[in-house]
């Protein structure tokens, strides 16, 4: 009778939203991809490239993992980075775990009152070391008992989300983690967002890569036009910038900053959406979007 009663709680189904949380650069989006098998989250080595919440979903035949990606953690300067942090918040909220990232060479104390909250929580933790395939054993280990002082609460997983180093471990701990509850979306589903929504995460990861300074943190790329014919999708992306001098930048000599961003964008879309992209790019000033909270609700910034 006691093994019966075994694998019927062994097949009882578990599902919950595994929220990523952590400082920039740390490896967040990196790591949300490999978990998830797909490229769901732009990676670049800027700081701010995840500006949105963005789920993927993994499915077993006895469990669902909703992972969330957040916008790294920082102290707003405009209305956008504090719409960014509402995300943040929103996630650590709702988690049934939480993953606090951070790296072999990130200091302990930056957002400090962040690190100190996870003690405070009712959900699991783990803190998710990364990067440890630019460390050496010793150093981990020191690392991973200093973070045990910092919250007593975690378990410490190290990784290397790149190498793709440990993430069985991790993943094996978060389905054990996870809550007994049915599915929360579609078996079928792996993640929350739209095409529109990869296709313009595509351009804004070749604008990050393409331009330098400001101009990155100046731009808002809308999916005005998203069409599906039997050989290809027709997509109308136009990009925002908030000065006349940006349009000028992302335009380039008779247009060849731009050409190249759109050439390298539908490339990536193609192979995400599997199948022919007919890409045509616009941009458009809109002064002081980041700032506009009607701007923001527009672009999504901004949840009812």
């Given at each position: ?5 075994e ?18 650069n ?6 949300m ?74 200091k ?93 995460e ?6 990050l ?8 943190y100046c ?12 050989d ?27 050409k190249?961003?759109?050439?390298e ?21 809109e ?16 949840l009812?």
């Amino acid at each position: 009778m006691e093994n019966s009663g075994e694998t019927t709680a062994k097949r009882q189904h578990r599902a919950g939203f595994v929220n990523i949380i952590g400082n920039p650069n740390v490896g967040k989006s990196t790591l949300m991809n490999a978990l998830v098998g797909e490229k769901l989250s732009i990676v670049t080595a800027k700081a701010q490239t995840t500006r949105h919440r963005i789920m993927g979903i993994v499915n077993g035949e006895d469990f669902q993992i909703v992972y969330s990606d957040t916008p790294g953690i920082l102290k707003p300067n405009y209305r956008l980075q504090q719409s960014m942090m509402d995300f943040v918040q929103v996630a650590i909220g709702d988690a049934d775990i939480i993953l606090y990232v951070t790296d072999v060479v990130e200091k302990k104390d930056k957002n400090i009152e962040y690190v100190e909250s996870l003690n405070r929580l009712d959900c699991p933790v783990i803190i998710v070391l990364n990067k440890i395939d630019i460390s050496d054993q010793n150093q981990v280990l020191k690392m991973m008992e200093e973070w045990k002082t910092l919250v007593p609460k975690a378990e410490i997983i190290p990784v290397s989300a790149l190498e793709k180093f440990n993430l069985d471990n991790l993943f094996d701990r978060i389905v054990d983690l996870l809550p007994v509850s049915p599915p929360w979306y579609d078996k079928e589903q792996f993640t929350d967002k739209s095409m529109r929504f990869f296709a313009s995460e595509i351009i804004r990861e070749k604008i990050l890569l393409n331009y330098t300074k400001e101009i990155p943190y100046c731009t808002e790329v809308v999916i005005e036009s998203f069409k599906e014919g039997e050989d290809r999708y027709d997509i109308n992306a136009v990009i925002n910038v908030m000065r006349d001098s940006q349009k000028g930048i992302i335009i380039g000599h008779q247009g060849s900053a731009l050409k190249k961003v759109a050439t390298e964008a539908r490339k990536d879309m193609e192979a995400f959406f599997e199948k022919k992209v007919y890409l045509q790019t616009f941009v458009k000033v809109e002064p002081n979007w980041r700032e506009d909270s009607r701007k923001l609700k527009k672009f999504g910034y901004i949840l009812d």
